[in-house]
């Protein structure tokens, strides 16, 4: 009879080197290729045919986001999932959470994972469990150190050169005989021992002795900024066939619009959907919101799908004073049609007067709002004409707007 292997993974953890545009939310949680990183790590073992549980260790505080990360998952698959555990203070009280929650299920061999390594490959989980089939009671997903690597001298400051011949960095999973395993993390707890970093280090401490299964570099830990960059390169460049629609919006687009108004007698002009007083207003059919036009067709050039009087015809007289928010909103409802994402947009007003700058954040705000945006995917900007030209000699505005947008591949 095959043994049975169940999967612990980790996600208990508050740190988050991550925190620029995601807030404090711990870094397990936020999206990469329009899903939680958990989903991606906790997708990969309920998807590998050699594991028959899967547990997830939360914090106490997370139990909303873990709720929302499932969902992501297609349901079928999760039948194998077990309800969540709740961690302790440290990784490793979190992992004897986990164990000890597992050992209801008496489980031969588990594999213990960080949840922010999204990106194990399905051969990796295969190879940990052929040696524990093996009957090697510990196994460690490695790969071989290529970097030359110095040690420094903490009084003297000097380097010396560490032989990397013999040296391995290691991954996780880290798989394990079930009982083995849980008997070592209760006795590392009796023993006051709460700091180990890993489960193989706990093993080691406990007697067991550890062998090397071959990781891979795309398995790499997501900590950094730069992390996150690199992981969601890798999620762009992957075939959508294995991941959820979401996650495959690689195919990028590039689109650009332009638009002038007239300034007529008036108190104030509309620039991204704010009022901004002014000595004169801006002349048009609609609320000549010189701005949003110049970004809705910057989407709809992204989409090649027309321009705005191609779908707004000023000729109607249904348009006439409108609030152009709506123009920018029925773009992005293209986009959306079409299973796509706004990736960035960049407007730059040109005009004498009034000052923008004073404005400027308001104005990035309200576009933000209108487009279902996080601010940090918006950007304003303001110049002058140097006095030259209609809007040199205070006539009207200009704005030049861009837009990326990010559309599933299609055949075409
Ligand atoms: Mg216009």
Redesign the pocket.
Known sequence: MTKQAAALIVAAGRGSRLSEGGGDQPKQYRLLGGLPILSHTVRAFLSHPGISRTLVVIHKDDRALYDEAIAALPHPLRASLLPPVTGGSTRQMSVCAGLAALDAQSPDHVLIHDAARPFIPAAVISRVLEQLEGRKPAVLAAVPVFDTLKRQDARSGGLETVDRSNLWAAQTPQGFAFDAILQAHLQARAAGRSDFTDDTAVGEWAGLTTSLAEGHPDNFKITTQADLIRAEQRIAMTSSSALPPLASLGDVRHGTGY???AFEPGDAVILGGVPVPHDKKLK?H?D?D?AL?ALTDAILGAIADGD?GAHFPPSDPKWKGAASDQFLKDAIRRVHALGGQIAHLDVTIICEAPKIGPHRDAIRAKIAEICALPVTRVSVKATTSERLGFTGRKEGIAAMASATVRLPFSDD
Do not use: E, K, R, T
């Open positions: 638009d002038v108004h048009g609609s000549a010189v036009h705005i």
